[in-house]
């Protein structure tokens, strides 16, 4: 369940960029953000797309695109990480679009 229109390329690239830049990605999951998190990164997609909320295939189409986003995003900082020789040589090679303290928590 997801787009399947001429904007779904839109859709996933914004959603991508939605969580790269506002999902705390110190969670190990989806299923583990907190309702008011998973809330916030929602009402950012609400806000940038026409959709009707009343409709449920929109809203489970949203935190799908969500999910997978985040989820896809975890596992690229993993990938990221695993590339280092060292924990050190990782702490310092933090990618720039995670905050410090973030990282940190990752790597740990």
């Known amino acids: ?17 939605i969580i790269n830049v506002h999902a705390e990605m110190r969670h190990a999951s989806w299923s583990a953000v907190g309702d008011k998190e998973k ?3 929602i009402t950012h997609v609400k806000g940038d797309f026409e959709l009707d909320w009343t409709m449920e295939n929109h809203r489970e189409a949203i935190v799908n695109a969500l999910a ?4 896809a995003y ?4 993993h990938k990221h ?20 303290h973030v ?3 990752l790597c740990e």
């Open 103 to 105: 990282w940190e928590w």
């Open 74 to 77: 975890h596992y690229e900082l």
């Open 39 to 41: 809330h916030d990164l």
């Open 68 to 71: 997978d986003k985040y989820n």
């Open 1 to 17: 369940m997801g787009p399947s229109c001429e904007n779904a390329t839109i859709f996933s690239s914004r959603v991508s960029w």
């Open 81 to 100: 990480y695993r590339k280092f020789a060292t924990h050190e040589e990782a702490l310092a090679g933090q990618k720039e679009s995670v905050e410090p």
